[in-house]
Each structure stands twice: as C-alpha cells, then as structure tokens.
C-alpha cells in the first residue's frame, strides 16, 4: 500500500473562509488550496509565511461578498452580478510538510501531495513558498495526468537556470528548467508573460534552441493584454492535454507588490495582473495553479498578500461564483 502524503495541518482561516478539508474529502472538479511554505531556496526568508498570510487577506474578499442582505455583488466594471457557489466544489488541505532544510524530502512531499489532490481530480492551487515549490508541483501534476502538458509562467524572470555556483541544479532561480525536462513538457508549449529584467547567457540559450515562447513587457506595452494573453495559451494549449499556470508576484511592478524579494520597476500593475487571471479564468483546461515569492517579511500592509489573494479569486471565478447580467 501506497503511503499517503503527511499534510502539515489546516491553517487558520482558511483560504477565503472555505471548508478544512483532508485528501480522502477531495472530488472530481473541487478547487483544492494548498499551502507550500518553502522559503529557503534563494528568496528568504519571508515566503515561508506567505500561505498564512494570503489565507488572512483573503478574508476581506470574502466579507465583501457575503455582507450584502442579497448574498451577491455586482462588478462596477461590466455590470455582472456575481456571488458564491454553495456546497462542496472546494476546500483548504491546510500545509503541505515541509522538511527545512532537507530539499530532496521537501521536493517528494510537495509533488506527492500535488499528486494525490489530482489523481482525485482535483485542481490544486498551491500558495507558496518561494518559486522552487512550482516544480514539484508541476512535477505532481504530471504523474497524476499523463499525456501531454503546456506550461505558462508569469513572471519577471526566467527561472532557467542549470546549475547556480551558489544554490546549485535545484533552487528558485532553476525550477523552469527542472519543468522542462519532464516527460510531458515540450518546450514548444511553454510560455513566459511579463518578462523584463536580464537573462544568463544560458537562459538565453535555452530560448534561442528549444522554441519557447518569451512575452516581454515590451511586447505587451506594444500590444494588449489580451492579445498576449491569447497568444500564450494557444502556444501552451497546442496538441496538449492540459496546462500548468505559475504565478509570480514579482511580475507586478514594485509600487503594488512591496512584499517580494525582488523589486521591479516597469512590470505589470496591480490592475493588469488582475485582469491577466480574469483572462485565464476562461481557460478550463488549467490543470494546476501555483502563486509564489509573496514575502510576509517586506509587505506593507499586507499589499502583497491581498493582491495574491484577489489574484486567485479572479482567477478561480467561473469554478467558485455564480454570474449573471442584470435583469
């Protein structure tokens, strides 16, 4: 017999005040939060307390939608009249194990944790932890899945490299190159959105002969959000079965992410990182989620944390809301 994953605990609150859940609770479609609080592979510390830290900001979301007489909101924007699913569809796991500073036993914990949620035909959304914790997770995904998978990363930064002098093949600086050597992942079909900053020679390499597909900030600022966004899930989701989506805070210029290890000056604003989820939303073949590098340590006003967890709201909309115009 298969021996099941250790779960650290629930946390709480829960992610957005959802039920505390174990793995033999998960059914097939229910979104899945799980928390990763891994810190120490180059960000930290910090990002080791951003699971807790996001499932508290949540908490505003969830109170605005709830406190109306009527149970629903409506979104200024565009006039949609929106509130909760009832009922099961999902849940908090709680935190992963986490073996500090044991990486090769962390690694197996996170990716079979990520597995078992999936195999059970869960989505698994995980709250990192600084950006190596997206490896095992995809790596979880994978074996869970089979067939083919595209891979979408939104972030500053490339996260290609082989083999760092100082943190070595397996830290947060490496964890898309760990991805693309996976069975499933064709570099063909793995996208990055958001870039800007500088690459390692090798990083370059890696992009200048497999085909991978970079979307800099440049390309959007020449474009449009949705154009680009488009364009990332059709290379993603050609010939593929399903698609992992990462998600790094630090794709959001500085001024609306202060709590991220790095600073970034011209990225994403605030609101179009918003609107990038509620782009993906419409995407149902995502297949895992992970939101990473939110550091507790560096927020003011947990900026950082409410902005993650609007983020995975937008971005889990049609799976958690109903919708409806206004009659």
């Given amino acids: 017999m298969t ?9 709480r609150p829960t992610f957005l005040n959802w039920p505390a859940i174990g793995l033999d609770d998960i059914t097939p479609g229910m979104v899945v939060i799980a928390g990763a609080p891994c810190g120490w592979t180059g960000s930290g510390p910090g990002p080791e307390y951003a699971p807790g830290a996001i499932r508290r900001a949540s908490q505003g979301n969830d109170w605005r939608w709830r406190e109306p007489p009527e149970g629903e909101v409506v979104d200024v924007m565009d006039g949609t009249v929106v509130r909760l699913k009832s009922g099961p569809g999902k849940g908090d796991l709680g935190d992963i194990a986490i073996y500090n500073p044991l990486l090769e036993k962390t690694t197996k914990s996170i990716a079979d944790t990520t597995y078992e949620i999936a195999r059970r035909g869960g989505l698994p959304v995980c ?5 190596y914790v997206s490896y095992p997770m ?5 074996r869970a899945k089979g067939g083919k998978l595209g891979y979408i ?3 500053a930064h490339l996260d290609l490299q082989n083999d760092n002098p100082n943190h070595g093949t397996h830290w947060h600086g490496s964890n898309a190159r760990r991805v693309s050597e996976l069975a499933p992942f064709d570099p063909l079909n793995m996208v990055w959105l958001g870039l800007l900053d500088v690459a390692w020679p090798e990083e370059w390499a890696f992009y200048k002969t497999t085909g991978c597909t970079f979307i800099t900030m440049k390309d959007i600022r020449a474009s449009t959000l949705e154009a680009q966004v488009e364009k990332a899930l059709a290379v993603a989701g050609k010939g593929t079965d399903a698609i992992y989506l990462t998600l790094d805070i630090d794709v959001v210029q500085r001024a609306s992410s202060p709590g991220t290890g790095y600073t970034n000056f011209g990225g994403l604003t605030a609101w179009e990182f918003l609107e990038v989820m509620k782009l993906l939303a419409n995407y149902p073949q995502i297949a895992g989620i992970d939101i990473v590098e939110v550091n507790p340590l560096l927020d003011k006003n947990n900026t950082t944390a409410m902005l993650a967890a609007t983020a995975l709201a937008n971005l889990l909309q049609p799976r958690i809301f109903e919708s409806r115009k206004p009659a």
């Fill in 138 to 142: 995809v790596e979880g995904v994978a």
């Fill in 153 to 155: 990363q939104i972030d």
């Fill in 3 to 11: 021996k099941e994953p250790q779960i650290a605990g629930v946390s």
């Fill in 127 to 131: 709250l990192g932890g600084d950006h």
